[in-house]
C-alpha cells in the first residue's frame, strides 16, 4: 500500500536561512509526488510536483524538491525561509497505477524573524 | 472561475441527523475526492470519483456516502452524523489521470454534537 511519512512534526528555521521540510515514501510502481501548503483556515494550494525527468524540481514561492529514488525521499527545499513561508506544508503521494492521492501527516513551518 | 466551491462552510449538527455537503468545481475535471482533515493526521480520502457516474471508496469510507450524477458535483452524505465526524471536510478536483495536482476547496467545517 502506498503511504507517505512526515517525519517532523515542526520545523522552525530563522529567516534567511535554508528550510528542509523533510518526506519519505512508499509507493508500488512509478512515484508522483507533490508538495501542497495550507495557510490557516484555507484549503491546499499546490507548489510543486515530480513525475519524471530531472530530480530537482522547482516549483512557486521559491520552493523546490529533491527526488531521490534510492532513499524514497521528496524532500522540500528553500534557499532563503520568509517569515511568509509559515504554514502548514503537506507531502502526498499518487500511485501510478490508481487515482488515489496519499498525505502525509502535515509539518508546521515556523520562520522566525 | 471560481474553482473548487463547497458549501456549507459551517454546520453544527446532533448526534443522528443527517447532511449533505456540495462540491461544485468549474474546471470540468474529471476527478473529483473528498478528505477529511483532523489534527494531527493530516488529511484522509474518505471517498473519490474518476468520472461522471462513478465513485469510489478511499481510506476512511464508513459512515460516509457519495453520488457524483453530475461532472461538476460530488456530493458527500452523512446519514447519521456521530461526534468523531466532527472535522474539516475538503474537497479537490484533478484535470489528468495521471499527473495533474489537486485543487482544493476551501473546507467545510463540521461539528458533531
Known amino acids: 500500500a502506498q503511504s507517505v511519512a512526515q517525519p517532523e512534526d515542526q520545523v522552525n528555521v530563522a529567516e534567511g536561512n535554508p528550510l528542509t521540510v523533510k518526506c519519505t515514501y512508499s509507493?508500488?510502481?512509478?512515484?508522483?509526488l507533490f508538495w501542497y501548503v495550507q495557510y490557516p483556515n484555507r484549503g491546499l494550494q499546490f507548489l510543486l510536483k515530480?513525475?519524471?525527468?530531472?530530480?530537482l524540481v522547482k516549483g512557486s514561492y521559491g520552493f523546490e524538491a529533491e527526488f531521490n529514488k534510492s532513499q524514497t525521499s521528496f524532500h522540500l527545499k528553500k534557499p532563503s525561509a520568509l517569515v511568509s513561508d509559515s504554514a502548514l506544508y503537506f507531502c502526498?503521494?499518487?500511485?501510478?497505477?490508481?487515482?488515489?492521492?496519499?498525505f502525509g501527516t502535515g509539518t508546521r513551518l515556523k520562520v522566525l524573524a | 472561475n471560481a474553482g473548487v466551491t463547497q458549501t456549507p462552510k459551517f454546520r453544527v449538527l446532533k448526534t443522528g441527523q443527517s447532511m449533505t455537503l456540495l462540491c461544485a468545481q468549474d474546471?470540468?475535471?474529471?476527478?473529483m475526492y473528498w478528505y477529511r482533515q483532523d489534527p494531527g493526521m493530516g488529511l484522509r480520502l474518505i471517498h473519490y470519483?474518476?468520472?461522471?457516474?462513478?465513485?469510489a471508496k478511499g481510506e476512511v469510507p464508513d459512515g460516509y456516502n457519495v453520488s457524483r450524477l453530475k461532472k461538476q458535483n460530488f456530493l458527500l452524505g452523512l446519514e447519521s452524523a456521530a461526534p468523531s465526524q466532527t472535522s474539516v471536510y475538503f474537497c479537490?478536483?484533478?484535470?489528468?489521470?495521471?499527473?495533474?495536482?489537486?485543487?482544493f476547496g476551501e473546507g467545510s467545517r463540521l461539528t458533531v454534537l
Open positions: 474546471m470540468n475535471h474529471e476527478y
Open positions: 470519483s474518476v468520472g461522471e457516474g462513478t465513485t
Open positions: 509507493v508500488s510502481g512509478n512515484p508522483y
Open positions: 502526498a503521494v499518487r500511485d501510478g497505477r490508481t487515482y488515489k492521492y496519499i
Open positions: 515530480y513525475i519524471t525527468g530531472d530530480n
Open positions: 479537490a478536483s484533478s484535470y489528468d489521470e495521471q499527473s495533474g495536482e489537486l485543487f
